[in-house]
């Protein structure tokens, strides 16, 4: 779904870029109705990852996660009061071994990297509504930084981007940014952008047709997509 029609000068097309941000599949750009409680989970294993439920670990107040990547490795810190239900999805999901070919399938040169879907349909239909409440801006959308991709109010699920520039703007839209890269922003600013934006108003992926045909439609129409071949929380 997209916002602001063309024409478009460079503000209105970075606009549009943050409009977007969110918009994985159908049904994601409406506010999302409020958390319930949930009983005290087990805690995550690697084999948990299909399951939503089974991810509700709070994270350590500080944290660091290892990419590796088919560009190379980076590393980021996470500050869990930066953003704690943020960085609680965050640190369960990369612990639960979530991120294993997981692709780059936004990249857009000054401006950010996207990145979250999973490749296998049935997981991503698992977490497509498995949002999470907003929390408050405390740290900005700075290079290296890294926030959620959201459709509105509430609407965070499994999708992150990094920000390859100052996207400071995106703080008052409500993009709370809980860690950033320390280690291999070269390796982040080196991830394929060729496809740039995503489909109907770009040439790159179409996020509905990820979400329902996974891995086998970017392979086959994106071939040089750059993926995260696994993620791992350091010791």
Same mark, same amino acid.
């Given at each position: 779904?997209?916002? @602001? ?8 097309? /970075? ?77 369960? /999901?990369?612990?639960?071994? =979530? ?95 060729? =496809? ?13 047709? @990820? ?13 040089? /997509? ?7 929380? /350091?010791?």
């Amino acid at each position: 779904m997209w916002l @602001i029609p063309a024409p478009m000068n460079r503000s209105s097309f /970075l606009l549009a870029c943050v409009l977007s941000l969110g918009l994985a599949c159908r049904g994601e750009d409406k506010p999302a109705a409020a958390a319930t409680a949930a009983p005290s989970p087990s805690p995550a294993t690697a084999a948990d990852f299909a399951d939503p439920s089974k991810l509700k670990e709070t994270a350590p107040e500080t944290f660091k996660a290892k990419f590796e990547t088919t560009k190379g490795a980076f590393v980021i810190e996470v500050v869990r009061a930066d953003a704690p239900l943020g960085a609680d999805r965050f640190y369960n /999901l990369v612990k639960s071994g =979530y991120f294993k070919d997981v692709a780059f399938f936004r990249v857009i040169q000054g401006f950010m990297a996207q990145f979250g879907i999973h490749g296998d349909p049935k997981v991503s239909a698992a977490w497509r509504m498995a949002r999470i409440q907003d929390d408050p801006v405390k740290s900005g959308n700075r290079r290296g930084a890294i926030s959620f991709a959201m459709a509105g109010p509430n609407t965070r699920t499994t999708q992150f981007f990094v920000n390859l520039v100052d996207n400071s703007r995106l703080d008052s839209m409500g993009f709370s940014s809980f860690g950033k890269v320390v280690e291999g922003m070269d390796v982040v600013d080196k991830i394929n952008s060729e =496809y740039g934006e995503g489909a109907p108003r770009g040439g790159g992926p179409a996020q509905g047709r @990820i979400q329902e045909e996974g891995n086998t439609y970017l392979k086959k129409d994106f071939p040089r /997509l750059d993926y995260i071949l696994s993620a791992s929380v /350091l010791k």
